[in-house]
C-alpha cells in the first residue's frame, strides 16, 4: 500500500488561493484527466476506481482492496487499517509541496475503500487546509 498515493500527485497545482468556482473548476478538471486513465491498479494490493466532486470543494478518491474480503476482518481489524492509512495519507497532504495548492483552498477530501466484492470497507475525511 505504500504507493497507494502516488497517482494522487500527477495532477495537482501549487498556485495560490483562488475563488470557490475556481477551485470547483480546477477538481472537477483534475478529475476528470485523473478518471480517463481508471480504473488503474496503484500497487499489488490496491486499486484506483474512479475519483469525483460533491459540493464543488471535496475531492473523493475511490479505491478497491483487490486482494481482501470484508469478511475476513473483525471491526478492530478495519479500524487498524483506517487508522493506518489515514496517518499514512494525512502525513503525505501535510509535508508535500505538491498539495499547498489544496492546503492553502482549503479543499476537503475523502478517501473511500472496498473490498474486492465491493463491500465498503472504511472511508475517512479530512480538510487539507486544517493539517
Not at 500527477?10 to 470547483?24: D, E, G, K, M
Not at 473490498?115 to 486544517?130: I, P, R, T, V, W
Given at each position: 500500500?505504500?504507493?497507494?498515493?502516488?497517482?494522487?500527485?500527477?495532477?495537482?497545482?501549487?498556485?495560490?488561493?483562488?475563488?470557490?468556482?475556481?477551485?470547483?473548476?480546477?477538481?472537477?478538471?483534475?478529475?476528470?484527466?485523473?478518471?480517463?486513465?481508471?480504473?488503474?491498479?496503484?500497487?499489488?494490493?490496491?486499486?484506483?476506481?474512479?475519483?469525483?466532486?460533491?459540493?464543488?470543494?471535496?475531492f473523493i478518491y475511490?479505491?478497491?482492496?483487490?486482494?481482501?474480503?470484508?469478511?475476513?476482518?473483525?471491526?478492530?481489524?478495519?479500524?487498524?487499517?483506517?487508522?493506518?492509512?489515514?496517518?499514512?495519507?494525512?502525513?503525505?497532504?501535510?509535508?508535500?509541496?505538491?498539495?499547498?495548492?489544496?492546503?492553502?483552498?482549503?479543499?476537503?477530501?475523502?478517501?473511500?475503500?472496498?473490498?474486492?466484492?465491493?463491500?465498503?470497507?472504511?472511508?475517512?475525511?479530512?480538510?487539507?487546509?486544517?493539517?
Amino acid at each position: 500500500m505504500k504507493n497507494i498515493l502516488i497517482i494522487t500527485l500527477i495532477f495537482t497545482q501549487p498556485i495560490l488561493s483562488q475563488s470557490s468556482n475556481r477551485v470547483a473548476s480546477v477538481l472537477k478538471e483534475e478529475s476528470d484527466a485523473l478518471n480517463e486513465m481508471l480504473p488503474m491498479e496503484i500497487d499489488e494490493e490496491t486499486r484506483l476506481d474512479i475519483t469525483y466532486l460533491i459540493n464543488d470543494d471535496t475531492f473523493i478518491y475511490a479505491y478497491t482492496l483487490i486482494n481482501y474480503d470484508k469478511q475476513d476482518f473483525k471491526e478492530p481489524d478495519i479500524r487498524a487499517m483506517t487508522l493506518f492509512m489515514e496517518k499514512t495519507i494525512t502525513d503525505m497532504w501535510r509535508t508535500d509541496p505538491e498539495f499547498v495548492y489544496y492546503r492553502i483552498n482549503k479543499v476537503n477530501l475523502i478517501y473511500k475503500y472496498k473490498d474486492k466484492y465491493g463491500m465498503h470497507l472504511f472511508e475517512f475525511s479530512f480538510n487539507a487546509g486544517q493539517l
